[in-house]
């Protein structure tokens, strides 16, 4: 069974080298869809062994990873930003684990945790999981920016998080990051203006969201804020479309209420998210931190709070491994904005 690996790629040569020899060494295969570069990431690519094609960019990246996938002849794929790579390399044996996986599960992706690190500070900034490993034939992606990996009936894909690898991504760096927000907000607002089905634009609302408060525009993040609490019916619907990946989301929206705490009813965001998002997660240790994180953002009693946080932390070991980062994003958030020690719950 081969293994691919595929990037899609403009103006990456800072980056791509690093990323393609860091899988080069469990890899059958290395294809890079080049969509418009102009500072030579293309013949860098050629001399680290891959085969370079071009696309022209449409402003649509599913559309240009599918393309991408459709060039693999491999029945796995690895599937990077020219901004992430492993450390260390990947070798033969981990290849090995790779089919092992796939050639013993029903699974059509391998979950990784990665890490956020910003190369200006050498900071670490953060964990997210993502979807690297892919069954070619088994996934696609959708959306035209922050592309999801759908299987053949448009749901995520089944998958398992696999902690064994260390994967690095550095495209949160302050000296790109600015740009790439600008880049996104262009094509989101875009498809917010071409879309007309309610919950597709209620999705691309939540992106905007996300990307306006990264950016410090936070008038407008308020504004996506308001369209999101005006459409909380779709609210439970996302949460089974994109499962925990809603977690995340929700706090950009507790984010964006707080920064401009006047213009929204404590018990409107209460009502319509918290309670909607608890109602997805009952009884689980996520639904308790966004329980924690409302009462510490908009209805805070010390006492309350603290018996509370004492019982979650009692509770550590009942987290599925998938919703590991997004509630040490959680939890990291409380925090942060509570200067108390963890240890003795105390200030």
């Known amino acids: 069974m081969r293994i691919s690996a595929c990037w899609i790629v403009k103006n990456e040569a800072a980056n791509i080298r690093k990323s393609i020899m860091s899988v080069k060494g469990c890899c059958d295969e290395l294809i890079v869809v080049d969509t418009g570069s102009a500072d030579g990431t293309d013949a860098i690519a050629a001399l680290c062994g891959a085969r370079?094609?071009?696309?022209?960019?449409?402003?649509?990246?599913?559309?240009?990873?599918?393309?991408?996938?459709?060039l693999c002849s491999g029945e796995y794929v690895i599937f990077l930003d020219a901004d992430e790579y492993f450390e260390p390399?990947?070798?033969?044996?981990?290849?090995?684990?790779?089919?092992?996986v796939f050639e013993h599960t029903e699974i059509d992706?391998?979950?990784?945790?990665?890490?956020?690190?910003d190369i200006d500070g050498g900071n670490v900034l953060g964990e997210t999981v993502v979807d690297r490993f892919l069954r070619r034939g088994a996934v696609h992606?959708?959306?035209?920016?922050?592309?999801?990996?759908?299987?053949?009936?448009?749901?995520?894909?089944?998958?398992?998080?696999?902690?064994?690898?260390?994967?690095?991504?550095?495209?949160?760096?302050k000296s790109v990051f600015e740009k790439k927000l600008l880049r996104n907000i262009e094509i989101l607002e875009r498809e917010q203006a071409r879309l007309q089905d309610s919950f597709m634009l209620f999705l691309n609302?939540?992106?905007?969201?996300?990307?306006?408060?990264?950016?410090?525009?936070?008038?407008?993040?308020?504004?996506?804020?308001?369209y999101l609490l005006r459409h909380h019916d779709h609210f439970k619907a996302a949460c089974k479309l994109h499962g925990t990946g809603m977690l995340q989301r929700f706090f950009h929206a507790l984010d964006a209420a707080s920064m401009r705490r006047e213009q929204f009813s404590e018990r409107e965001i209460y009502?319509?998210?918290?309670?909607?998002?608890?109602?997805?997660?009952?009884g689980t240790r996520e639904s308790a931190l966004v329980e924690l994180y409302y009462q510490l953002r908009f209805d805070y009693r010390e006492e309350r709070f603290l018996r509370e946080l004492e019982a979650l932390e009692a509770r550590l070991n009942e987290l599925p491994g998938a919703l590991i980062a997004e509630c040490k994003y959680v939890e990291a958030?409380?925090?942060?904005m509570y200067p108390f020690d963890k240890s003795g719950l105390s200030r």
């Not at 070798?91 to 092992?100: A, H, L, N, P, Q």
Request: negative net charge; hydrophobic residues 40%.
């Open 333 to 336: 958030a409380i925090f942060s």
């Open 141 to 173: 992606f959708e959306n035209k920016i922050h592309e999801i990996p759908k299987d053949a009936q448009g749901k995520p894909p089944q998958s398992i998080v696999f902690n064994g690898l260390v994967l690095t991504h550095s495209g949160y760096s």
């Open 89 to 100: 390399a990947l070798s033969e044996e981990d290849g090995g684990m790779i089919r092992f």
């Open 205 to 226: 609302a939540q992106y905007l969201l996300r990307e306006y408060i990264a950016l410090g525009d936070y008038d407008m993040a308020a504004h996506y804020c308001r």
């Open 109 to 117: 992706s391998i979950q990784l945790l990665r890490t956020e690190l």
């Open 52 to 70: 370079v094609e071009r696309f022209a960019w449409i402003g649509d990246f599913s559309a240009a990873k599918n393309y991408a996938l459709s």
């Open 271 to 282: 009502d319509k998210l918290v309670a909607g998002l608890k109602a997805n997660y009952p």
